[in-house]
């Protein structure tokens, strides 16, 4: 004992040698709860703050650089006239109709009524009218349709209540746009980021090639490519025909001196100087040594294409304009002094230098550093620079053909001509989104499916479809290098969350935690790099400790102290001198620091630890939970920050606290963040095999539940609910953030893993009937059907009539919904056939001669009648105008359906299975409490699925409902098994979740344990009653004479290749002859044996004689491939035999 | 000390680890050699015991003891699916203007358990028979939201602020037809519990339904079930090896294995005994088995034709009534089969066929 009590004195004693108030044996203080960083996080942001950070940028800031770009509009006949545009903004969206009072309007009306959600652009502009100058601000030059929730919307900043009031749901994440009536999301686009140099290698052809493609502010795009060939290198560029040497290239670009070019490009190195030599002689030997040679050499090659018929330019202004303007455009050339551009050139051969020495220095393309992710902003800009070009060319081109004139009445106002430019800005935009095809004449740009509907599937797939980022990567090509998942995209992308097949890997979702910059501008940074101690660039720039200070790939000087640089830039920036968004990064490997300012970077925020500490502490997240700070308090006070991938890649981050040592740099907040919105859903992840968390990504969009707070105002194509959502027993910190607990989609239900009966086969699934009389997976489809009632141009309309009587004066079976006004009641039964909108339209509605009397004009019906097999209920009528002042009527006609044999259901797992059996209440097992399951899986479902997350689930699940209590199954946390035993155990329960049960069927005890307990299920929108189909004989095509294809067309099924070859291959000739002629398409020709043609009514007409005509059946399709083949000028001639 | 029969081993369902063994009885002729089990009724009657352990409002506790398990799970089955209730199977509606569909509150009616004897009705023969006082009870559903006048003004509270804002099922108003007002005069027919929400409302919003009920049986939809369960468990037995006692440190800890009250520890020996009375307790959690030390200690079984029923009543029965209830089912079946027996025995007699039931 005494020796204890001593040691203990030596504690003691240690423990006084106090360090920061703490003592030697004292535990590190740990930061509880740093995870509340992220709800702070999705508060200040949201969830698709990237989208409409990206709107916003657009509407507050470049929307007023394009102006400012292209802000004059001048006349070639009068040249004292001129058009400044001084100013311009985006107003709030209000209503279009001229003679409404109250102008507001709201997003849920534009769903409705199938108009655009949109807000006036207004400028401000002077001109010169006659000798005066005018100002006029608010000029209406179109209308731009806004993103919900971005600074434009009308919900944004609103409360619950308010949101309510204007029936928009305060979970809807917003970031679309509503056009038309739909709702268009912009998805994110992926790219290779723009003005870097990006170096490959081709072992093979032994090829390596720097490329950067030049983006400039005008949307002008082009690739300039340095590259090998046969040891040599060259400038490679769609302007010139021939591939540049290098040498040639640097001199055109005003370095004429060899000494200087092997200094720019190979530095000292011996290595990349002696691989460099062959490039100088090559030059020589082309007798090129100055300037002017350079120039005159490289014009000859120039491509040119001009309209401008002028005098022929010497070929060494040619040469001029094409380095100066198009090729690397991107780099400043101001004055003709090409001194940046050449160092930019040089810099990208002595990049492929430097991979011709070592394979290792090439990029990679896939990496996530290397990316560039285009949002809505920029493809709006894009449009919107385009639409306004050629608004003021139409305007200049209006202005000029009045100032023509030679005399006017009235003094000439620009103003009254631009008010008759029309609407092309408007119906650029809406036509853009609408369609989702972005063709740009102007900036080389055709893209299409740029824009996708919203799927209001379920609250999921709606947010899913908003954090979605597609690939501009071919589908069909079979590479895997982008597909794979890169360790880069760490915390970026989910990992999880990507679609099986042929977009595998393609298509990527955000993680939780993630932020897509926009541009920042880099004058000031530049500025405050030199000031920092950037040195301007000599000739001597690859020294053995200078390193190259790059501002988003251009070279802008060079430091010897690259580490105190950065340090005291990082510092800079987490005092907030300038944006946190501005990234910066050594590279080793290059000897240079990259600065980056441009848009569409991702990066997400992490705790900055300093000397081992973090430096949020345990009162920061108290202060956080009291609400007196906020996240931007945080990002404010240097305590978090945001890391791009590049800069993350130069960091050394902590992922828990314990793991900090004296290097690190940054601590995570929290490590489910690595998964999406979608993948935080699965409770568990981390113990389910990762192809399982996959799939239910691609499943967890189909469930149906709830989609929103205003799902019931909602008149969508297709709506699916379920009629008794739960918020799932086993939950996930992301499943509160994102909303899911309130807009669940499933049911906890109670399941036994155990075989029963052998209709649970492959993953089939049995049902407790009374759970399912009970409400269990109940769910309501809810099908829209519109209908326009027009207005036709030759005076006629539409109308709608009450239902029309039989001879009898009784409506008939099939009207008897409609009522007066030709509507059928809302909450009537509709039977299959039945007629709900009793349109008529006149008979001459597409005559355009006007008849003048409208009223007298034949009508004949054009109803609209109920298709499905199954009965169903109007749920809403609604009548209103569209912007065009046509009456649209909607319909929505609601099923409700309870599940059934073959509908589809699916845990959270990406184990799905359909409902196999039906079983009655009292032939279920139960267990010792009376408890029947409601659902009974096959436990062969789990061996070689591994979805060990799912057993834990059934056993949190337990525990919770044992306890009252909600258990966590957050990934890499969450309630821990060894807890769940113990609350089972405790209960009485058997601590492995195993109940015994009793048959309800023999009465006896099962001979084994049953694993039993509550598992989350999904209903899928895959339902048998949309799939069902069958048919004896139907419709059939006019064309073939066979029976038409698909179940829409009531379609037969075919007997296709591989069964035919089946009933050869046995020998049933005449059932295949039944199935393929007599059963379908048969036909009764006469043809001649005289000639082999065919003919009529036991008439040749190729011999013109009836004698040797015979009768013969065959399939109509052959004979028509006979005539067709007649058509073409070949004669199939039948050989008819006796057989 | 229990009785012996408890601790006759061929009764014992062994509860293992991680099996369940001998689950299916053995006494019937020809499984034990030398051994007469022939069905004899004096032997039964002696065996069997039927003793309630706990009567309350809703639910009942009994043993039933000495019988097959065949026998009471079809007491078991008939409690859940075929002894008649009455419940509401159609809604006319004339109005509702409520957030819950037609579809959707229909159903919700349609589980609302009522307290009328079944015994004065009769079952629709076919879906499309005639309505009559006989087979339909007829009620009204009308309730209208509104604002409730001099309501506070800072209140979010729906039932200050508004009349009406729930449809409970106390609102559902018996309309009597023909003789019902007569027959149902004692016990005017309503729901059995007063207080089900089936949904909410708000002002302006209003409902309007007639809805008739009418008897059927669980089988048909899981509304007509009189019980909200109906089950059995097997009497739970824990028996002591003597050959190996528990240790003595570990009393405590081999008494937390069980459920409490099961084991006995003697305060000054520390030595472990089983309450018999209280083993019925026991949930068979097999915590026992987790631990390595108890080994061998004990065996876990359960008595197989000792069924420990626990039946909830949801409805018109009161809770003792239920059996009798389905044994009056059960009799009924069986008088069926036994008039189709004779029939075939007798075949040459012109009596036709025995319309069975379907079963």
Redesign the interface.
């Known amino acids: 004992m005494a020796t204890i009590v001593e040691e203990e004195n030596d504690w003691e004693h240690a423990n006084h040698t106090n360090w920061r108030g703490l003592g030697l044996a004292d535990p590190i203080k740990k930061v509880e709860d740093k995870w509340l960083l992220l709800p702070a996080f999705l508060k200040i942001k949201g969830l698709v703050k990237q989208h409409i950070d990206s709107f916003n940028y657009f509407v507050d800031v470049d929307i007023k650089n394009i102006v400012r770009a292209n802000n004059k509009v001048t006349s070639d006949v009068d040249p004292r006239f001129w058009l400044k545009y001084t100013d311009i903004h985006v107003g709030f969206p209000d209503r279009t109709d001229l003679d409404a009072i109250d102008k507001s309007i709201t997003p849920h009306e534009c769903r409705l009524r199938d108009i655009t959600y949109s807000a006036p652009i207004l400028v401000t502009i002077q001109y010169t009218r006659g000798k005066n100058v005018v100002r006029r601000p608010n000029v209406n030059i179109g209308r731009l349709p806004i993103m919900l929730r971005s600074n434009k919307c009308v919900l944004t900043g609103r409360n619950e209540a308010q949101l309510a009031r204007m029936t928009e749901c305060p979970l809807d994440p917003g970031g679309y746009f509503v056009v038309k009536g739909t709702e268009k999301v912009i998805l994110v686009q992926e790219q290779l980021s723009k003005n870097r140099i990006i170096v490959e290698t081709d072992t093979v052809k032994g090829i390596v090639q720097a490329s950067c493609t030049s983006s400039t502010h005008g949307g002008l795009k082009s690739k300039t490519y340095v590259a090998t060939k046969k040891g040599k290198i060259y400038l490679r560029h769609n302007c010139i025909h021939e591939d540049v040497p290098i040498v040639i290239a640097l001199k055109a670009l005003g370095i004429q001196s060899d000494k200087e070019i092997l200094l720019l490009t190979a530095g000292n190195t011996e290595a990349y100087k002696i691989a460099f030599s062959a490039n100088l002689e090559e030059a020589a030997k082309l007798g090129v040594f100055t300037r002017h040679q350079a120039l005159e050499w490289i014009g000859s090659r120039v491509k040119v294409n001009r309209k401008v018929v002028g005098p022929r330019r010497p070929a060494w202004e040619e040469a001029l304009e094409a380095l100066a303007t198009i090729i690397l455009a991107h780099v400043p050339v101001i004055c003709l002094d090409f001194r940046s551009k050449a160092i930019f050139v040089a810099t990208m051969t002595r990049r492929v230098l430097m991979a011709m020495d070592d394979e290792k220095m090439d990029d990679d393309r896939d990496y996530v550093g290397n990316k560039r992710l285009e949002l809505a902003g920029q493809l709006l800009a894009l449009l919107f620079e385009d639409l306004f070009k050629t608004f003021n060319a139409n305007l200049k081109s209006a202005i000029d053909k009045v100032l023509k004139k030679p005399s006017r009445t009235n003094e000439f106002d620009a103003f009254n001509t631009m008010q008759f430019q029309g609407d092309h800005i408007t119906a650029g935009f809406v036509r853009a989104i609408s369609t989702g095809n972005w063709s740009l004449k102007r900036f080389k740009m055709e893209r299409a499916g740029v824009t996708h509907v919203l799927s209001r599937l379920s609250f999921i797939s709606a947010l899913g479809m908003m954090t979605r980022i597609s690939s501009q990567f071919e589908k069909t090509r079979k590479v895997s290098g982008p597909r794979a998942l890169q360790p880069s995209q760490w915390g970026m992308l989910c990992p999880s969350d990507t679609p099986e097949g042929e977009a595998c890997g393609l298509v990527k979702n955000l993680a939780l935690m993630t932020h897509i910059t926009t541009d920042v501008e880099e004058g000031p940074i530049i500025r405050l790099a030199l000031m920092l101690g950037v040195e301007a660039t000599g000739t001597e720039i690859y020294g053995p400790h200078t390193f190259v200070v790059n501002v988003n790939g251009t070279i802008i000087g060079l430091t010897r102290y690259p580490m105190r640089f950065v340090t005291n830039f990082r510092r800079l920036r987490r005092a907030g001198r300038f944006s946190e968004f501005v990234g910066i990064y050594v590279n080793h490997h290059h000897h240079a620091v990259h600065i980056a300012s441009d848009g569409g970077r991702i990066c997400r925020p992490m705790i900055i630890v300093e000397n081992g500490r973090p430096r949020v502490t345990g009162e920061h997240i108290a202060q956080l939970k009291q609400g007196a700070a906020s996240f931007d308090d945080f990002l404010r006070n240097g305590l978090v920050e945001y890391l791009d991938v590049n800069e993350e890649n130069d960091s050394y981050i902590a992922l828990y606290e314990s793991d900090i040592v004296a290097t690190t740099t940054h601590l995570e907040i929290e490590p489910f963040t690595i998964l999406g919105a979608v993948a935080g859903l699965i409770p568990y992840p981390h113990h389910n095999q990762s192809p399982r968390n996959t799939y239910q990504c691609a499943m967890g969009k189909q469930a149906i539940g709830a989609i929103g707070y205003n799902q019931?105002n909602r008149i969508d194509t297709l709506l699916y609910l379920s009629?008794y959502p739960q918020q799932p027993m086993v939950k996930t910190k992301t499943i509160e953030l994102i909303g899911y607990d309130r807009l669940p989609a499933g049911q906890n239900a109670t399941v036994a893993v155990m075989s029963y009966s052998g209709y649970d086969i492959e993953d089939a699934l049995i049902q407790n009937?009374?759970?399912l009389?009970?409400?269990y997976g109940?769910c309501?489809v809810l099908r829209k059907n519109a209908t326009l009632i027009r207005k036709y141009p030759n005076g006629t309309f539409d109308r709608l009539a009450d239902a029309p009587l039989d001879e009898n004066g009784q409506t008939q079976k099939k009207y008897d919904i409609v009522q007066l006004d030709g509507l059928a009641g809302v909450?009537e039964r509709v039977d299959p056939g039945d007629v709900y909108v009793n349109k008529q339209t006149p008979t001459n509605a597409n005559d355009n001669t006007f008849s003048g009397q409208a009223a007298a004009v034949p009508y004949k019906n054009a109803p609209m009648s109920y298709k499905s097999p199954v009965a169903g209920?109007i749920?809403k009528v609604m009548v209103s105008d569209t912007e065009n002042d046509q009456t649209l009527i909607k319909v929505l006609i609601?099923q409700?359906r309870r599940p059934e044999l073959g509908d589809k259901f699916s845990s959270r797992h990406g184990q799905k299975g359909v409902c196999g059996l039906i079983v009655?209440?009292?032939d279920m097992p139960?267990n010792?409490?009376?408890?029947n399951p409601d659902t009974i899986m096959n436990p062969h479902g789990f061996p070689s699925r591994m979805t060990v997350g799912k057993m834990i689930e059934l056993l949190a699940g337990k525990a919770g409902v044992l306890s009252g209590k909600l258990q966590y199954g957050t990934a890499f946390g969450g309630s821990k098994v060894e807890d769940m035993s113990r609350i089972?155990?405790e209960h009485?329960?058997?601590?492995a979740g195993k109940d015994?049960l009793?048959s309800?069927?023999?009465?006896?005890?099962?001979?084994?344990?049953v694993y039993f307990g509550p598992i989350y299920y999904q209903k899928l929108k895959h339902m048998v009653m949309d799939k069902m189909h069958a048919r004896a004989r139907g419709p059939r095509a006019t064309l073939t004479r066979q029976p038409t294809e698909g179940r829409s067309r009531e379609g037969g099924l075919r007997l296709g290749e591989m069964e035919r070859d089946c009933l050869i291959g046995y020998g049933a000739t005449q059932l295949l002859l039944e199935r393929l002629m007599i059963s379908s398409d048969k036909f009764e020709v006469n043809a001649c044996q005289e000639c082999g043609l065919m003919g009529y009514n036991g008439w040749c007409t190729y011999c013109k004689s009836s004698k040797k005509m015979a009768k013969l059946t065959i399939p109509y399709a052959a004979k028509l491939l006979f005539q067709e083949l007649m058509a073409m000028n070949v004669v199939p001639r039948l050989i008819l035999d006796d057989a | 000390m229990p009785p012996a029969i408890t601790y006759d081993s061929r009764k014992h369902?062994g509860?293992h680890a991680?099996?369940?063994?001998h689950?299916?009885s053995t006494n019937f002729p020809g499984h034990h050699p030398h051994e007469d089990h022939s069905w004899d009724l004096e032997r039964f009657k002696k065996g069997l015991t039927v003793k309630i352990e706990r009567l309350s409002n809703r639910s009942i506790e009994f043993d039933l003891v000495g019988v097959d398990?065949?026998i009471?799970?079809?007491y078991?089955?008939i409690l859940?699916?075929e002894v008649p209730t009455i419940c509401v199977e159609r809604v006319y509606?004339w109005d509702?203007t409520s957030?819950v569909?037609?579809?959707?509150f229909a159903?919700r009616i349609g589980?609302v358990p009522l307290n009328v004897d079944p015994a004065l009705m009769d079952m629709k023969q076919t879906q499309n028979d005639q309505a009559t006082d006989r087979n339909t009870l007829v009620f009204r559903l009308q309730v209208a939201c509104e604002r409730r006048k001099n309501a506070p003004k800072d209140t979010t509270d729906p039932s200050k602020l508004y009349i009406n804002h729930e449809v409970l099922s106390s609102h559902l108003k018996w309309v009597p037809q023909g003789e019902q007002e007569i027959v149902m005069a004692e016990n005017p027919p309503a729901p059995t519990n007063l207080n089900i929400v089936l949904t909410k409302l708000r002002p302006g919003q209003e409902v309007d339904m007639e809805l008739h009920a009418v008897k059927g049986v669980?089988?048909d939809?899981?509304?007509f079930?009189p019980v909200a369960?109906?089950?059995?468990?097997?009497l739970p037995l824990v028996i002591l090896n003597p050959e190996k006692p528990v240790p003595r440190e570990l009393a405590e800890k081999f008494q937390e294995c069980f459920?409490p009250g099961v084991i006995r520890v003697d305060p000054r020996t520390k030595a472990v005994s089983v309450d018999s009375k209280k083993t019925r307790k026991e949930?068979?959690?097999?915590?026992v088995y987790?631990h390595p030390e108890f080994e061998g200690c004990v065996q876990l079984a359960?008595v197989r034709d000792h069924f420990l029923f626990?039946i909830e009543s949801e409805g018109f029965y009161p809770p003792q009534r239920l059996l009798p209830e389905a044994i009056a089912v059960m009799r009924a079946k069986i008088a069926t089969i036994k008039r189709a027996a004779e029939t075939l025995l007798n075949n040459g007699d012109s009596l036709g066929d025995v319309e069975m039931a379907d079963v």
């Open positions: 019931l009629v009937k009374a759970s009389d009970r409400g109940r309501q909450g209920y749920d609601r409700t009655n209440q009292e139960f010792d409490q009376g408890i089972l155990i009485g329960f058997n601590y015994m009793t309800g069927i023999t009465g006896e005890a099962l001979e084994a344990y | 369902v509860v991680e099996r369940v063994s689950v299916s398990a065949s009471a799970n079809a078991r089955r859940i699916a509606v509702n957030v569909v037609d579809e959707v159903q589980l669980g089988k939809h899981a509304k079930c369960t109906a089950s059995y468990r097997l459920s949930t068979m959690s097999r915590e987790r359960r626990n």
